[in-house]
């Protein structure tokens, strides 16, 4: 089983960017699907994006399409979130996460994006 770091969070203002990252330790990490998931204050932990275990395939939520993009680099057992064009809205922390059936799924601790008007 992998262990997932996060890291890249931050303040930032509305219309910046920032690149979250997650890092795997463990087992082979191309063997997962990794998510990334968002939750703000008040509300559920909800859908940002997925990326296959080759990164051939991504898949986005529709709230970050065209505004966030998802890669990964195997040998670095590394996911990467570049998220441009940030919003208030977008402010949550955000979680990462790896999957590969039938195993459980396994979550890092978060990081928090902040972003101001």
């Known amino acids: 089983q992998v262990q997932l770091v996060e890291s890249g969070g931050g303040l930032v203002q509305a219309g910046g960017s920032l690149r979250l990252s997650c890092a795997a330790s463990?087992?082979?990490?191309?063997?997962?699907?990794v998510g990334w998931f968002r939750q703000s204050p008040g509300k559920e932990r909800e859908f940002v994006a997925v990326i296959s275990r080759t990164g051939g395939t991504t898949s986005y939520a529709d709230s970050v399409t065209g505004r966030f993009t998802l890669s990964r680099d195997n040998p670095r057992k590394t996911v990467y979130l570049q998220m441009n064009s940030l919003k208030p809205e977008d402010t949550a922390v955000y979680y990462c996460?790896?999957?590969?059936?039938?195993?459980?799924?396994?979550w890092g601790q978060g990081t928090q994006v902040t972003v101001s008007t």
């Open positions: 463990g087992d082979t990490f191309s063997d997962y699907a």
């Open positions: 996460n790896a999957a590969s059936p039938p195993d459980p799924h396994v």
